[in-house]
Each structure stands twice: as structure tokens, then as C-alpha cells.
């Protein structure tokens, strides 16, 4: 059902709603601060291996007299330079590109339809990975577990944080009508819309699981379920149904 939830969206304009309020909000430049820093320590581990591409790449006059060390001495030296300054000034023309870039990074996912074909391509590869899978059936495993384990010990559950979040949240309902309206209102669409969706699996799923219990497991299961009053039903439904047989027994003999 998660699969299905997410292969059904359309991640694109999200993304790129999601993009152009963070750049409102300037949330943006930490991620492009975190991704200079990125680049820095990538060009530092990665020194060795970029002296070597440019020794291979240059002529053989230049390996000849050494000058090839000096040209990737001032290849690096300028990159690292660069980087440098553009994680200092927030005004550097390169970092003013990289905004531009994701500024026209949030249009194209809103706008662009290659943009949303590429982005739901990419959705339906990472679902149809079997590591995203075990994943996903981690995730519902995990939240079982924990939903059996809550039920199983009530007080144990509401302990802690989750339980003091949980009377902040019951406080805040009693007190605010527009928080109840709209939960009520997200209740019922959520229910009718998974009525709507999954309603006959759900009936199926209800027959099957009754129709293969026996008699004495239905017994227990209304036992449960009503608990004493089930005693008086079958008293009632004793005594009423002596009285309906007396009756028409009587009927009988006198007609």
C-alpha cells in the first residue's frame, strides 16, 4: 500500500514547492554551504588522483621538464582557492550561478514536463530497488511491533515523552475547536477514502478471518466482546423463546 501511496504522487511539483519555500526562507544557503564543503573535502581526498589525470593528459614536453607538477600545483591550489571564497563571501559570482541554478532547479520541477518525467523515473527505479523494499517492509515491521508492544502495556507506552506528547496533544484539543474540526474532518475523509479504495478487500478479509473460526472461538470472541451482558441475552433469549413455544403450543391445542 505504501508503494502504491507514493507511486501515485506526482513528486515533482511537490519538490519544487517544497524548493521555492525554502529559497523564500533563505533554508536554501546552508544546504549550498554544506554542499562547498562537500567539494572541498572531496578535492582534498581526492588530490593525488587529480595530479595524476593531469601528469597522464599533458604533453610530453611537459612531463619532460616538470612543468606538469607545476600546472596541477596551480590547478588545485586555484580550486581550493576558489572554494574557499565561496564559502566565505556570501556575494561570490559562482555562488550567485549555484542560486540562479536552483532557483531554475524549483521552476523546472513544477513546470518542466521532462523535469516531472525524469523525477518519476527515478521514483519507480528507487521503489523497484529490493534494498528500498526490505526497507519499506522494515519500516511496517517496526511500527507493528511497536503498536503490538503499546497495546500490549498501555501505561508503559504513554510514559515518557510520547505520553507527555500525547496529553499536550489531548490539552490542546479540549481547548482548540478548529484543531478538533480539522482532525474530525481529516478522520472522515480518511475513512471514506479508504472505504472507497480498499473497502472489498477489507469485507473479504473480515468473511475469511470469520467463516475459519469454530464454535467455541465465536463464543469467546462475544464473550469478550460483550463481556456479562452476554449472559442476560441468553437468559432473555431462554425465557422469550419457552414463552413463544408455550404460546403456540397453546394455540395448537386449542384450535
Known amino acids: 500500500m505504501i508503494v502504491g501511496r507514493i507511486r501515485d504522487l506526482d513528486l515533482a511539483p511537490l519538490l519544487g514547492q517544497a524548493l521555492s519555500a525554502a529559497i523564500a526562507e533563505g533554508r536554501h544557503l546552508p544546504l549550498l554551504d554544506g554542499i562547498v564543503r562537500w567539494a572541498g573535502k572531496t578535492l582534498d581526498a581526492n588530490e593525488p588522483l587529480l595530479r595524476e589525470m593531469i601528469h597522464a593528459r599533458a604533453g610530453a614536453v611537459l612531463r619532460w621538464t616538470g612543468l606538469d607538477e607545476t600546472l596541477a600545483d596551480k590547478i588545485i591550489d586555484g580550486l581550493k582557492k576558489m572554494l ?49 523494499r526490505r526497507w519499506i517492509d522494515g519500516l511496517w515491521e517496526s511500527a507493528r511491533t511497536a503498536l503490538l508492544k503499546a497495546a500490549r502495556d498501555p501505561q508503559a507506552a504513554l510514559a515518557g515523552k510520547f505520553g507527555d506528547a500525547l496529553q499536550q496533544l489531548g490539552t490542546t484539543l479540549q481547548s482548540d475547536p478548529r484543531l478538533r474540526t480539522t482532525i474530525n474532518r481529516f478522520a472522515r475523509r480518511t475513512a471514506v477514502g479508504a472505504t472507497a479504495s480498499y473497502g472489498d478487500g477489507i469485507v473479504r478479509l473480515v468473511s475469511d478471518t470469520v467463516r475459519g473460526w469454530d464454535a467455541q472461538t465465536i463464543t469467546d470472541r462475544l464473550e469478550s466482546a460483550v463481556g456479562r451482558d452476554l449472559q442476560y441475552i441468553r437468559v432473555n433469549g431462554t425465557l422469550v423463546g419457552g414463552l413463544v413455544g408455550v404460546a403456540l403450543h397453546a394455540v395448537d391445542v386449542l384450535l
Open 84 to 132: 574557499a571564497e565561496m564559502a566565505t563571501d556570501p556575494a561570490h559570482p559562482l555562488r550567485a550561478k549555484a542560486e540562479e541554478g536552483i532557483a531554475q532547479l524549483a521552476i523546472d520541477l513544477q513546470d518542466d514536463p521532462a523535469m516531472h518525467a525524469r523525477v518519476n523515473r527515478l521514483r519507480d527505479e528507487i521503489l523497484e530497488n529490493p534494498a528500498m
